[in-house]
């Protein structure tokens, strides 16, 4: 399973942004996938993380204002961004566990549980 990531860009706080996250290499990947950050020197934290009933969990910084949507017609995951702020500003991963998993035990944690990992793309905010 690949996964690439996209849409990542620089823009004031109050804009928005939208990030794809196309995954490959699997028919029909059924599997929990999920969205993460990293900003400099700080540890990576989950975002929003979706099951394959599309259950949605958010992080309490980024809930009323970010979207995780999935299409699986596209095999594309996205994060809809609005009314960004300095203290977004992070590189940006998707992540999938393995094919068959379709819950996660943790799903805001970068465990072990998610198996495949895109190579990221940065968000930058500036005020």
């Known amino acids: 399973v690949h996964l690439k990531e996209s849409g990542g860009g620089s823009v004031q706080a109050g804009g928005s942004l939208r990030l794809s996250c196309e995954f490959s290499?699997?028919?029909?990947?059924?599997?929990?996938m999920a969205w993460f950050r990293q900003a400099p020197g700080k540890e990576r934290e989950g975002v929003a993380a979706i099951d394959i009933d599309g259950n949605i969990l958010y992080s309490d910084s980024v809930k009323g204002r970010f979207s995780a949507s999935k299409d699986n017609a596209k095999n594309t995951l996205y994060l809809q961004m609005n009314s960004l702020k300095p203290e977004d500003t992070a590189m940006y991963y998707c992540a999938a566990a393995d094919d068959g998993v379709g819950y996660a035990t943790d799903p805001l944690s970068p465990n072990d549980e998610y198996k495949y990992w895109g190579q990221g793309t940065q968000v930058t905010v500036s005020s």
């Open positions: 290499g699997s028919p029909e990947l059924r599997a929990c």
